[in-house]
């Protein structure tokens, strides 16, 4: 099991704009470790960081947004996140499992490539998307 800690849009988080979402474990008894991910609602705290591609970048080419499809930029920014960070609490749970590079800085499956979401994407381009005609 992998638990989620979601905070909501008035929950002010220390240092949310390093990480939008993080994982880690803790151990409630002896010998159990419970891996878990925290993720927060960015419409606030730095959205051109953590709702990217729904909100303008903050570096790189000045893209228009793409239109978030639940309309929630905030909530659908913590949903790309949410599948980042437990992509990487799942492949490596307890920081013992696969990563690349430096265990005291690994990068994770996720971390490799971040924001590459379709061909040809590069820093503030999310790449070739399909697209909604109708809805954007």
């Known amino acids: 099991a992998v638990y989620l800690v979601l905070t909501s849009i008035d929950v002010t988080v220390e ?5 939008c979402g993080f994982h880690t ?3 409630p008894t002896k010998n ?8 927060g609602n960015s419409e606030i705290q730095c959205p051109g960081q953590c709702a990217w591609p729904f909100h303008q970048p903050i570096y790189g080419p000045q893209t228009p947004p793409l239109v978030a499809p639940n309309g929630d ?11 980042s960070v437990v992509a990487g609490a799942a492949t490596n749970p307890f920081n013992t499992g696969y990563f690349q590079g430096d265990p005291a800085a690994p990068l994770e ?13 590069y820093p503030g381009f999310p790449g070739e998307l399909l697209v909604d005609k109708t809805t954007g």
Request: charged share 5%.
């Open 25 to 27: 474990s803790l151990s």
């Open 32 to 39: 159990l470790l419970v891996p878990y991910v925290w993720v």
């Open 15 to 19: 240092g949310f704009c390093m990480s």
């Open 109 to 121: 499956a996720v971390s490799t490539c971040p924001g590459i979401y379709g061909k040809g994407a």
């Open 73 to 83: 930029m905030g909530i659908d920014g913590m949903i790309i996140n949410i599948a």
